[in-house]
């Protein structure tokens, strides 16, 4: 099992940035693809972005590409998203997730991963 605990969340202006964290527990973390989701008010929880147990592979949701990127550093078992450019419709919660797959494969849809963070709001203004 992993747990995970998201930080960064806060409330930024529109352009500005945020960098979010993903820290998990457990000594297996290289051995989990791990994921980003958000879920706005109203609205039903979306991929942002995903990268493979290595690292090799990311893939992102069409809104934020070239915007926000998803690394992961496995000595800190942590997994980042770096958001710039920020939008009012960037809002929402935002999700860390992770799926126990040792595999060079990133996963970008809810029922696929098993653990799930808290989640942690994100704000922007406009």
């Known amino acids: 099992q992993v747990q995970l605990v998201e930080s960064g969340g806060g409330l930024v202006q529109a352009g500005g940035s945020l960098r979010l964290s993903c820290a998990a527990s457990?000594?297996?973390?290289?051995?989990?693809?791990m994921g980003w989701f958000r879920q706005a008010p109203g609205k039903e929880r979306e991929f942002v972005a995903a990268?493979?147990?290595?690292?090799?592979?990311?893939d992102y949701a069409d809104s934020v590409k070239g915007r926000f990127t998803i690394s992961r550093d496995n000595t800190k078992n942590t997994v980042d998203l770096q958001m710039n450019s920020l939008k009012p419709e960037d809002t929402a919660v935002y999700y860390c997730a992770a799926k126990f797959l040792s595999r060079a494969v990133v996963l970008s849809t809810l029922r696929e991963y098993d653990y799930w963070g808290q989640g942690t709001q994100v704000t922007v203004s406009s």
């Open positions: 990268i493979s147990w290595r690292g090799s592979s990311t």
């Open positions: 457990g000594r297996t973390f290289s051995s989990y693809v």
